[in-house]
């Protein structure tokens, strides 16, 4: 009789047999490979992973970090373009691609699938009177809405009249693009925290846009441009999975050669003085004397800090429409500037139709973190072109307003002083005022602000009292010659400029003072009314103080 020890070696000897004579299951990464003539044990038997095939699929998914030259992804800025089997390139982002046969023919054999990384492109040859072909994306951006209808039917696009301008503008652009030409573009730089930048435009008050124009990390290093440079060259169309046209090559920076750009001193650098170049509001054979009356109380000068204090409707809009029409006639190389914050629509059209400088405008309906994006972009702007040599003015509407959206724009800090503005929230502000000044060796920047007062708000009030010491020029309007309806209502007493010996002659400067020694005993609509009666009776201010010695 056999004994159990037996049975228990016949049944391992079976099992083992089963297991040899099993057919080992196919996994999903590699077959496992039976010796034959040998049956192996389950645990002897181990699964390596099988090395890359060639298939996207099989790949381990990694987070890429975009390319210098390609466009991120974000919300903002679009989806980047598929990597492909190009992985992460690490290093020098100007260097030449690696050499991708091997990748090209795997992706050949991809179930049909396209290969959308191959150097060679099936375009169409374009002809030589199509290569010629150029279009500037600022003058498209310009043009009247019937007119953008024309251009996108003539070139084929569907459903024009269906879409917003930006939207019109960017497809006729791609549309050209795909058929032949050349595109061109400028626009101000707005670098973002990631290194890369868009070129904004004005029409859109230098905000994002769909017509917007990428700018690489490279080019942004390679030219050390900076925000609010104004840059101009060629782009090109966007690719599959872009959204933005983009800066293929720079032609100029703040129109001069971009290695002139280069060696300009940072604004924060260069030395402020005290204004000594005059800005003349008197328009030879115009009639209207705002500006002879801003030449004898409150002279201006290049680098100016000037605020004017107007309490509601008493004309300070006007004011400042003759200021701009002054420096347009009589400073036509100035860069003009008017920004326009928190304002009403008609009053932007109105001032757009009337000032051939540049408008930039944020509405009332607009929020408050856009008030302040238009307003950094600005001021950066005019750095730039000081940094240049040239002479800016900024005319703002106003910086009451301004200091409004920052204080609700500002983190809370926890101080809170009278009115309810935050106790950091004046900082940035007063940092946009007090960049105006006149620069050693050439350049200014000019800035002439409104300031509101008996509003009835005291946030207004505390705002005014910040800024009312910054300034080194002012000019205060009245109320009770508005009342009388008499213009400008301008109150010469507490009006006036600091040295302003260095902006006037001193024998017209002697002649000033004794006016304002005139007029001081008279009150405030009197000595008004009396300075323009003598105006009228003159051509021109020289007359006037000719008149003075008779």
């Not at 005319?395 to 500002?410: C, E, F, G």
Request: glycine residues 8%; contains cysteine; charged residues 30%.
């Amino acid at each position: 009789m056999p004994s159990q020890d037996s049975d228990v070696v016949v049944a391992d000897k079976e099992e083992n047999k089963a297991v040899a004579d099993k057919p080992v299951k196919r996994t999903r990464r590699r077959k496992a490979e039976v010796v034959a003539g040998e049956a192996p044990k389950p645990a002897e038997v181990e699964m390596q992973p099988a090395p890359y095939s060639g298939n996207d699929n099989e790949q381990p998914r990694f987070e890429e970090q975009p390319r210098g030259d390609e466009q991120p992804r974000s919300d903002e800025q679009g989806p980047r373009r598929n990597q492909g089997n190009r992985g992460r390139r690490k290093g020098n982002e100007n260097r030449e691609p690696r050499d991708n046969n091997q990748n090209n023919q795997n992706n050949q054999n991809r179930e049909g699938r396209p290969n959308k990384h191959r150097k060679e492109r099936s375009e169409a040859p374009l002809s030589d009177e199509a290569k010629g072909v150029q279009m500037n994306l600022r003058e498209v951006a310009q043009m009247a809405p019937q007119a953008l209808l024309q251009l996108g039917d003539s070139l084929g696009i569907e459903n024009t009249a269906g879409m917003r301008k930006a939207e019109q503008v960017f497809a006729i652009l791609k549309a050209h693009a795909q058929r032949s030409g050349t595109l061109y573009s400028e626009g101000v730089l707005e670098i973002l925290p990631d290194g890369y930048g868009f070129l904004r435009s004005q029409e859109a008050n230098y905000l994002a846009g769909p017509d917007d124009v990428y700018v690489s990390v490279n080019l942004v290093r390679r030219f050390s441009l900076r925000k609010g440079d104004t840059v101009a060259g060629e782009i090109k169309s966007p690719r599959e999975g872009e959204r933005y046209f983009a800066l293929k090559d720079i032609d100029c920076i703040n129109g001069e050669d971009p290695a002139v750009a280069k060696t300009k001193v940072l604004f924060d650098n260069l030395t402020p003085l005290y204004p000594d170049r005059r800005l003349t509001m008197e328009v030879e054979g115009s009639k209207d004397v705002i500006g002879r009356v801003i030449d004898i109380v409150s002279p201006i000068g290049c680098g100016q800090r000037a605020l004017l204090v107007a309490p509601p409707r008493t004309g300070k809009t006007m004011m400042m429409q003759s200021i701009a029409h002054s420096i347009e006639a009589n400073h036509p190389e100035v860069v003009l500037m008017v920004l326009l914050i928190d304002e009403r629509p008609e009053e932007v059209t109105d001032m757009k139709r009337s000032v051939k400088g540049e408008v930039i405008s944020s509405t009332f309906d607009e929020p408050a973190q856009r008030h302040v994006q238009v307003a950094e972009m600005v001021i950066e702007k005019a750095k730039r072109q000081v940094e240049h040599g040239r002479d800016v003015v900024i005319l703002l509407d106003s910086i009451t307003r301004l200091a409004r959206a920052y204080n609700t724009v500002v983190p809370s800090s926890g101080k809170i002083l009278s009115g309810g503005v935050d106790s950091n929230a004046l900082h940035r502000p007063k940092r946009f005022f007090g960049a105006a000044r006149n620069i050693e060796g050439g350049g200014s920047l000019t800035i002439i602000a409104t300031a509101l007062v008996d509003t009835g708000s005291k946030m207004d009030e505390v705002i005014f009292e910040e800024f009312k010491g910054t300034g080194n020029m002012e000019i205060n309007l009245h109320r009770k010659l508005v009342d009388k309806r008499v213009f400008p209502a301008i109150d010469i007493a507490p009006s006036g400029t600091r040295k302003e010996e260095l902006l006037v002659d001193r024998e017209v400067l002697h002649k000033i003072w004794v006016l304002r020694k005139i007029l001081s005993p008279m009150g405030t609509v009197d000595a008004m009314e009396f300075l323009l009666d003598k105006l009228n009776l003159t051509k021109n201010n020289d007359e006037f103080f000719d008149k003075m010695n008779q």
